[in-house]
């Protein structure tokens, strides 16, 4: 499976799938908490839109962000789009740097969270002890819904577990 693009119908269960490597264009906070996610998202997803407006990158997707190390303690955040082509060069904005990432290729498990953001640890801990092999500690969501044009009880945001092969 690639990603994007995502199943058209929600991750009903724990779902195994294979991952191929896609391009992100990002910005990465890095040695954050879960208390710094509000702020880092509305900075970081503003400058990303301004960028995108500008004609510096070609969003194809939607919004990712993918979270490395322990998501209940201090980690770092990639916040960003599976783009069509990387930037040239760093994007200098004032939530961080913009430039190219990528999504880890391999297996992974894969839930969707129906609802709204504040619920969504119920369902990752469904996708985590539903997992079969070895995490990988990478998280990753992915924002299938507008929060913008979608009811917060019909948000639908992926959860994708990369796990060791």
Do not use: C
């Not at 819904?145 to 009880?153: E, G, H, M, N, Q």
């Amino acid at each position: 499976m690639s990603i994007p693009p995502l199943s058209p119908e929600p991750y009903t269960e724990v779902t195994s799938e294979s991952l191929e490597a896609e391009l992100l264009v990002v910005i990465r906070h890095e040695g954050v908490t879960v208390a710094d996610l509000r702020n880092i998202f509305d900075s970081s997803f503003n400058a990303l839109g301004r960028s995108m407006s500008a004609g510096q990158f070609i969003a194809v997707g939607p919004a990712y962000a993918v979270y490395y190390g322990d998501p209940t303690g201090v980690f770092d955040v990639e916040v960003g789009f599976p783009a069509m082509g990387a930037p040239t060069s760093v994007i200098e904005s004032p939530a961080g740097r913009i430039h190219a990432s990528a999504l880890p290729a391999g297996p992974a498990m894969i839930l969707s969270h129906t609802g709204s953001y504040e619920t969504m640890s119920d369902s990752w801990q469904k996708v985590t002890s539903g997992a079969t092999g070895e995490l990988r500690d990478i998280w990753i969501e992915a924002y299938v819904s507008d929060p913008r044009t979608v009811a917060t009880t019909n948000m639908r945001t992926d959860l994708i577990l990369p796990v060791k092969p």
